[in-house]
């Protein structure tokens, strides 16, 4: 009996700190993409088209962009590689870069400046992302986020 009180009082303190987040979850009707929205981040700017939206931190010194489109390119994974060299055009200077067939992930600096995005295929040839641009002195803070964001980026179950 004490055990079993000693497990529910361990999970009960590990749960506590999940519900704490207070993360909101966004569902795009336009393009079937999932993602979990950060509690300190407010919406900055909606699309008119229903592709996503931007918001911005508390603090104003980070933007997170959640948005959906179509594929441009024959297959994601083209698609990732031209993304990413026109981020590298834009300055930023990609340090980690993970492609998969139907994800990716990658991240780089400019300046003061760090960049992560998150990267999955749809249907109908679009691709979901999550963006976050932060100050790289506040890696810390930002790793956590970057982490449920990557965790909560997710397609369709089925393509209609």
């Known amino acids: 009996m004490r055990r079993r009180l000693a497990i529910l009082l361990c999970l009960a303190a590990t749960a506590a700190p999940a519900l704490a987040d207070d993360w909101r979850p966004y569902a795009n009707a336009r393009f079937g993409y999932v993602v979990d929205l950060p509690p300190d981040f407010a919406i900055s700017n909606e ?10 931190s508390a603090d104003k010194q980070a933007e997170l962009r959640v948005f959906g489109a179509n594929r441009m390119e024959q297959d994601f994974e083209t698609e ?4 990413i ?21 990658y991240s780089g600096s400019r300046k003061d400046r760090i960049l992560y995005v998150r990267a999955i295929a749809l249907c109908h040839d679009a691709v979901g992302y999550a ?9 810390k803070q930002y790793d956590p986020i970057v982490q449920h964001l990557v965790k909560s980026l997710s397609a369709p179950p089925r393509c209609s």
Request: charged share 30%; hydrophobic share 30%.
């Open 47 to 56: 699309a008119d088209n229903g592709d996503g939206m931007t918001l911005t």
């Open 80 to 83: 990732m590689k031209i993304r």
């Open 85 to 105: 060299g026109m981020d590298e055009k834009e300055g930023w200077k990609i340090s980690y870069s993970k492609p998969a067939k139907s994800w990716a992930s």
């Open 131 to 139: 963006t976050i641009e932060y100050p790289k002195t506040a890696l």
